[in-house]
Structures are given as C-alpha cells and as structure tokens.
C-alpha cells in the first residue's frame, strides 16, 4: 500500500447501545483513530450516515483526504470499497492538458489522455492571453472556465476508457506553470510579466475540489512556484527527477517557448528562466507545426538527397521541433548552410530561390527558409545561452555534470546528436543526457501517491536560489557568441569538430 495524499479504508463498526450511545459520527472518528488517523468530517458525510451506517450493518468504507493540515472524511459508502482507490494527475501546459488515472493503492496508471488547452481560442501564447483578460473580470472567467472545461474533456475521456468518473476520485494534484495555476484560479495573471513581479498567490497548496468547480470527492493540490518564471511545473519537475537528493551536480533543462534551468545537487539548486521562443515548438518558422500527424520529425541527408521521416507515417504537412533540429544539423555537417547558417545555394540543387532569399526544399513541396534559419539560431542561442551563463555563475563546466535532463516533449524525442551539432545542448557524453519526458506529469503523480513529497517540495523552495538573466551585464555577449553554428568558439565543441573533419575528409 501507497503512502499517498488519500486514504480509503473499511471499518467494520460496533452499532450504538444505551451503554455505548456515541454518534455516528464519533464512532468512526474514533475507529480511524484507532489506526493513528485524526480526522474530522464533512457536512455531506455527516449527512449520509443515517440510513447508510443501519442498511450496511455498520460496515463501510471511508475516503479520507488529506488537507494539508489534517485527513478529512470526505466520504463514505457500504461495504468494502476499499480497491476502489482513485486519484488524478494533471500537467496543464499552455498548449496541451495532460491527465493520469491512478490507483492509488498500487500506483498503477489506469489511464493518460491530453486535449488541447481550451484557452488557446483566448490566444496561442501566453501574453495574448494575460492581456485579453487584465483587469477584465468577465474575460478573466472566460479564461479560467476554459481552463475547467479542458480538464472536464480530460475526465470525460477517462471516464468513456477505463469506466471510472472524476467523482469516483478523491484527490487531484496540478503542477503548471505560474500563469497556467493564476488562470485556473480565477487570478489576473498581468503580475507575471509586470514589475515588480510579485504575483497573486504562490502557494496555493490544497483547495476544495468544489470551489473551483473540478468534481473530485477531496482537494485539489497545485504546486508552488518560486518566482513569476518558475513555476510549479519546474518545481514538479525537481521532485521527478529528484535532483536534489543527488550527490553529484546535475542539471535539468525544460525548453520550449520558455526555458527553465535549474543547476545543483543535494547542497544547493541554482535556477533561472526565460524566453526561447516558439521556434523550438515549430513557431515562427513558415511550415512549422507541433509534434503531430503529418509533422516531419526527423531528418537525414544521405547521397546529397534529403531523407525524412513523418509522425503517423503519412504525407509530410509541415516540421517539427526535433525535425528542425535534425535538419539544421544536416544543412550544416554536409556543408549546405556555414557557420552562420547562411545557406549555400550551390552546394545543392533543393536549395532555390524563394522570393528575396534561399531556401531548402525537405519534402515535396515544403521549404526551410534563410529567415526560419535566422529565427530558429536565435532560439537556439537563447537556449544554449541560459545553460552556459548558469555554469559560468555556478564555477561548473560541462564536465562536472553527472546528470543533464531534459525535460517535456521536445526533450524526449529531440535527437541528442543533432542538438549538439547545432549547439543546443553543451558538448558532454551523450550517455549523461538524459530525457525527464513529461517531468511536471511525473512530479504530480508523485505528489499524489507519496505524502512524503510534500515535505520535500518545502526542501527544495528553501534551497532554491533564483538568477535574474536580465541582471547580467554580459548576457547579450553570450547571446551573440551563440549564434553560430554549433558556436562561433568551435572549442566549445570538439565532438562536433571532429564529426566536420570526417566529413570534409573522407578516408
């Protein structure tokens, strides 16, 4: 048995007599303090008792919820329905919900869905949408109710699976970024990117299932963030990974529009954030999309062709993130765009005119413009700066790393090798890059099977030192040194070099 933020347990009770005339009510409180637990109960239990207590001969099953502070009985039902232990876990991005089903007894996932966020109609990024809503209480609902409904798809969706409702579970965590937890909480989110950055609330913690209108039995647990651009997600993450129980330095890196970065061990946790931009997720560039059905998601330049390969293996609609990557790390290696990523027009006839610039023809039809590659170094460069600037200020390089992950979608299908070559990723053993997958998903389940975690998120709050990248007076520099291909100190990147030196001369 789990250890988790909910209980379930049978009890097989001694009914009322004139000797022992205790309430209903007492009579459990006191049977579950037999077993260690202090609790107390809700209005709708006490409601329920009488007749259930007589019609089930005093046999029934309670599901408790922890607080924060205490168990409460949130429920009870005849007989043993103890195995009828259920609980959700949810990553809500900014783009796409995830959702976890979990029996809480053995911590099986009984379930995983995701739908797109309903808030992308109020906006496909962030800003559009604080904006939309600032200071405007009915848009401000509009935005929180979509944020409900998206969850509600979630649960219908798990529901039509495994036959199991939302109001079968007793508790839910969340973890989500700073302005994602603002807007499911009904809470202007403009602080997050206003000074002084002091935003609505940062530990939210439990709140009542029903007050914000998520129909579970128990609570809702959001987890903290430590600043405007660290939020719970990264937070969730630490607990994932459990970086900050090792011994030796790691890193963790969740990049996407933004990046979080976060640099320590068991002694202390170095973090910072900010914009990488759309790029990385397929934005900006003209036949970029997200990693679905019809996106280009790898590519290999072989005998001067150009070879792809397409997630649900259908016709090519447009590229991807790691698709990018691949290609950018192709165009290079083979000489077909320099340092700079200025293509190289003769080395290729797939390279052609496109209006006032050139660009590369990667499938039938679909182009990779000079003006995607610029936007797409400057995504790049912002990445690879963020992890450079924090080892510099941390006196760590490359080489002390005994952990880099990389967390979120991008991480875990982007290749390793590619990453490198465009000087995404530092120069390190590739065997110590490690995918964290979806890490704020994994923290949140966490969270809900191991109560112990909660202790642990309060650990790395307090251990957590966060860098303002705007405060340095030498990031640009960074930025501008790392705007070339894989960068312009080529040192920096000897596997790299190597790899250039074997092409350019073959045995």
């Given amino acids: 048995m789990l250890n988790g933020i909910s209980k379930k347990i049978y009890l097989t009770l001694i009914p009322p007599t004139e000797e022992d005339s205790r309430s209903y009510q007492v009579r459990i409180m006191d049977s579950l303090a037999d077993q260690g637990l202090e609790t107390r109960m809700s209005l709708s239990v006490m409601r329920k008792l009488y007749p259930l207590c007589d019609t089930s001969d005093w046999k029934i099953t309670v599901s408790l919820a922890w607080d924060g502070v205490c ?83 979630n649960f219908e969706k798990i529901e039509k699976e495994t036959g199991i409702s939302s109001q079968s ?47 579970v039995l128990g609570y809702v647990y959001c987890y903290p963030n430590k600043s ?132 590369v023809e990667y499938a039938p039809g679909l182009f990779f413009s000079q003006n995607d590659i610029n936007e797409f170094m400057r995504t790049k460069a912002a990445g690879y700066t963020m992890v450079a600037y924090m080892l510099r200020e941390s006196g760590i390089t490359a080489q002390d790393i005994s952990k880099f992950y990389v967390a979120g979608a991008f991480g875990k299908h982007v290749s390793k090798e590619s990453a490198i070559t465009i000087g995404l990723y530092p120069d390190m053993d590739r065997d110590r890059l490690i995918s964290a997958g979806n890490s704020s998903l994994e923290g949140a389940q966490k969270a809900l099977l191991y109560k112990e975690v909660l202790d642990d998120i309060d650990i790395i709050l307090e251990k957590m030192v966060y860098l303002q990248y705007g405060a340095a007076a030498d990031f640009l520099d960074f930025m501008v040194a790392a705007q070339a291909l894989p960068h312009t100190n080529m040192e920096l990147f000897p596997t790299v070099k190597e790899k250039l030196e074997a092409l350019q001369n073959p045995k």
């Avoid at 939210?204 to 998520?214: A, H, N, R, S, Y």
């Fill in 71 to 153: 168990w409460e009985i949130v429920n009870a039902e005849a007989g043993d329905t103890s195995n009828e232990h259920y609980g959700l876990a949810t990553d809500i991005g900014s783009t796409t919900v995830v959702t976890r089903l979990l029996n809480c007894n053995t911590g099986e996932c009984l379930a995983e869905v995701s739908s797109y966020n309903h808030q992308i109609a109020y906006g496909t990024d962030i800003l559009t949408r604080i904006f939309y809503c600032k200071d405007n209480p009915s848009a401000l609902e509009e935005i929180r109710r979509a944020a409900i409904d998206t969850l509600m798809e």
């Fill in 169 to 215: 579970c007793i508790q839910m965590t969340v973890a989500a970024n700073t302005t994602m937890i603002h807007f499911l909480l009904g809470m202007d989110a403009f602080c997050v990117f206003s000074t002084p950055y002091a935003v609505r609330a940062d530990h939210p913690d439990f709140i009542p299932g029903k007050e914000l209108e998520i129909p």
């Fill in 228 to 359: 405007n651009y660290l939020g719970g997600d990264i937070i969730s993450g630490m607990v994932a990974t459990e970086l900050y129980k090792e011994k030796d330095i790691c890193v963790f890196f969740d990049i996407g529009t933004n990046g979080e970065l976060v640099i320590g061990n068991e002694e202390f946790l170095l973090c910072g954030a900010g914009a990488a931009g759309p790029a990385l997720e397929g934005g900006v560039v003209e036949t970029g999309m997200r990693a679905t059905e019809g996106a280009v998601d790898e590519v290999h330049i072989k005998d001067e062709q150009i070879q792809i390969h397409v997630i649900g293996e259908t016709k090519p609609l447009g590229i991807c993130g790691s698709g990018i990557i691949d290609l950018l790390a192709e165009l290079f290696l083979h000489g077909w765009v320099d340092i700079k990523g200025t293509l190289y027009p003769e080395e290729s006839r797939l390279i052609q005119k496109k209006g006032d610039s050139y660009a």
